[in-house]
Nanobody, 127 residues
């Protein structure tokens, strides 16, 4: 099993920055695909960034590329999402998620592919 606990988030004005953390525990082999998703009321969860913890390969949704950075402290089993130049449309509940997937399936960014989820943390950006 894998447990994920997020921290960080909060409220910021447009153009500001926030950082999220996701502490992972449990079987590391079960989580070769680590992603951050976000969700707004009435909408499906959308993937914003993904990292393969073992290779360091990353990918980003086009809406956040160049502004968000996913990273990890491999030794501490902790994953991060640094969010810069935040905009009101970034307001959402943010979740970290993990799964054991081929890179092709991980790359798809489908929330239904993910096996483990954190509890979520709210990010609010005001204009």
């Amino acid at each position: 099993q894998v447990q994920l606990v997020e921290s960080g988030g909060g409220s910021v004005q447009a153009g500001g920055s926030l950082g999220l953390s996701c502490a992972a525990s449990g079987d590391s082999w079960r989580r070769n695909c680590m992603s951050w998703f976000r969700q707004t009321p009435g909408n499906e969860r959308e993937r914003v960034a993904t990292i393969d913890p073992f290779t360091g390969t990353t990918l980003y949704d086009k809406s956040v590329k160049g502004r968000f950075t996913i990273s990890q402290d491999y030794a501490k089993n902790t994953f991060f999402l640094q969010m810069n130049n935040l905009q009101p449309e970034d307001t959402a509940m943010y979740y970290c998620a993990a799964a054991y997937l081929t890179w092709e399936r991980c790359e798809s960014g489908l929330s239904t592919e993910m096996s483990y989820w954190g509890q979520g943390t709210q990010v609010t950006v005001s204009s």
